[in-house]
């Protein structure tokens, strides 16, 4: 079966606190995602790798940076947490040919 | 990547057809239709996706015109466990990564 982890389902942070969502995948993806959720705005893209060590930026990436150091594993990093940044954060993989496969989500809260 | 518009909300009952039809006036050649179906604190879920004409599987059918510049989701006789949000996506699958952008989707609520 299909899997895409997220370290964590809750999150609570402080401001300015440094974040490290993480994510991982068991399906050799070459594709994988970060989004963001917040109610009405459906999902917006924040950063995009399409290989290791390879990304692109999203719709909104100001204020998040990501790493991809290895193929099954995609970091999401808050440099300085701050309270706008509250949401429900989204994985995602996919292959060249296949739909994507999303993580439970992580509702992180910053304080 | 074609910008996709669909309706923000629909409502329906048990038993009833649901059509959610969604726009994509600039796809292109290679581009298909992607759909994803996600519930309330859950990821999203591919459903179904099409290049031209009608696809059907056990969930869905997705109709696509001639002319590609809309498609309509379709499910047969929902039930209250069909409530969720739909999201069209369009996305190339050929040559090179798929930058898959999800707009606000279409809030299906259906009411006994």
């Known amino acids: 079966d299909v899997k895409v982890t997220q370290s964590s389902r809750y999150l609570v942070k402080r401001t300015g606190e440094k974040v490290f969502l993480e994510c991982v995948q068991d399906?050799?993806?070459?594709?994988m995602f970060w989004y963001r959720q917040d109610p009405g705005l459906g999902l917006r893209l924040i950063y995009f790798?399409?290989?290791?060590?390879?990304?692109e930026k999203g719709d909104i990436p100001e204020g998040y940076s990501v790493s991809r150091e290895k193929k099954e594993r995609f970091s999401l990093i808050l440099e300085s947490a701050s309270t706008n940044q509250t949401s429900m954060y989204l994985c995602?993989?996919?292959?060249?040919?296949?739909?994507?496969?999303f993580g439970q989500g992580t509702r992180l809260t910053v304080v | 990547l074609a910008k996709t518009t669909q309706p923000i909300s629909m409502d329906s009952y048990e038993g009833q057809e649901v059509n959610i039809t969604c726009s994509h006036n600039n796809i292109a050649t290679n581009d298909y239709i992607t759909w994803y179906q996600q519930f309330p604190s859950q990821g999203p879920r591919f459903i179904i996706q099409?290049?031209?004409t009608k696809v059907t599987n056990e969930v869905a059918s997705l109709f696509i015109p001639a002319d590609r510049k809309s498609s309509t989701l379709s499910l047969p006789r929902v039930s209250l466990s069909d409530t969720a949000v739909y999201y069209c996506?369009?996305?190339?699958?050929?040559?090179?990564?798929?930058?898959?952008?999800f707009g606000a989707g279409t809030r299906l609520a259906v009411h006994p």
């Open positions: 995602a993989s996919s292959s060249l040919s296949t739909e994507a496969f």
């Open positions: 399906m050799d993806h070459e594709n």
């Open positions: 790798s399409y290989d290791v060590k390879m990304k």
């Open positions: 996506l369009v996305v190339k699958r050929a040559g090179g990564y798929n930058k898959l952008i």
């Open positions: 099409g290049y031209k």
